[in-house]
């Protein structure tokens, strides 16, 4: 079946530490996957995607890269903000319109 | 920008009332989801619809309904409402990729 393991968190960095938050999958042929951002109070926004093997998906300082060989998505921020605080979801879109999220990941930046 | 709208931030109901919650979006999306999101589990599939009219169980439909009589209304119903189904539910609407969600509305059940 199709499935999404994120690490567990929650992660707690000081401003500037660089951030890599784990997510692999399992899925049959080739998904898209993405990053989900909530912030407080909040619905998900997009983060980033990456729809083929190889693609690097980035956005606001944020990347992450399609391994197809270690099926994984890492997110990974070089220097993290207080306002990155949040909780990440991890997902996968395989079948019509359906995506797979895995459990979430928070983020605790701290000043 | 796609505006997806729910109605209720926060609600509080009674086991074995019935429970609509309402989700609107503006941007004529053939596709619109209910999910409900609960701490370690992530968010979980309820139902979705590809048309107006159209439904699809996704993975937990047990103790739910939904109705689309309009492309840009999508309801989910509680049919007789339990304390298990206090949660959060996320509303989400797309034509492709990638999905847009809703604020969420968190639903307790006393």
């Known amino acids: 079946g199709n499935s999404v393991t994120q690490m567990e968190g929650p992660v707690t960095l000081s401003e500037e530490a660089f951030l890599t938050i784990n997510c692999t999958y399992t899925?049959?042929?080739?998904?898209?996957l993405f990053w989900y951002v909530q912030y407080p109070g909040e619905g998900l926004q997009l983060l980033l995607k990456?729809?083929?093997?190889?693609d690097k998906g980035s956005n606001k300082g944020f990347e992450a890269t399609y391994r197809k060989e270690t099926t994984s998505f890492h997110l990974e921020k070089g220097s993290v903000q207080v306002s990155d605080s949040a909780v990440y979801f991890c997902?996968?879109?395989?079948?019509?319109?359906?995506?797979?999220f895995g459990s979430g990941t928070k983020l605790n930046v701290k000043p | 920008d796609v505006k997806v709208t729910q109605s209720s931030r926060y609600l509080v109901k009674r086991t074995g009332e019935k429970v609509f919650l309402e989700c609107v979006q503006d941007?004529?999306?053939?596709?619109m989801f209910w999910y409900r999101q609960d701490p370690g589990l992530g968010l979980r599939l309820i139902y979705f619809?590809?048309?107006?009219?159209?439904?699809e169980k996704g993975d937990i439909p047990e103790g739910y309904s939904v109705s689309r009589e309009k492309k840009e209304r999508f309801s989910l119903i509680l049919e007789s409402a339990s304390t298990n189904q206090t949660s959060m539910y996320l509303c989400?609407?797309?034509?492709?990729?990638?999905?847009?969600f809703g604020d969420g509305t968190r639903l307790s059940i006393l």
């Open positions: 997902a996968l879109r395989r079948d019509f319109n359906k995506f797979y």
């Open positions: 990456a729809t083929k093997a190889d």
């Open positions: 989400a609407s797309s034509y492709d990729q990638p999905q847009h």
């Open positions: 941007m004529d999306h053939e596709n």
């Open positions: 619809s590809y048309d107006v009219k159209m439904k």
């Open positions: 899925a049959t042929g080739y998904p898209s």
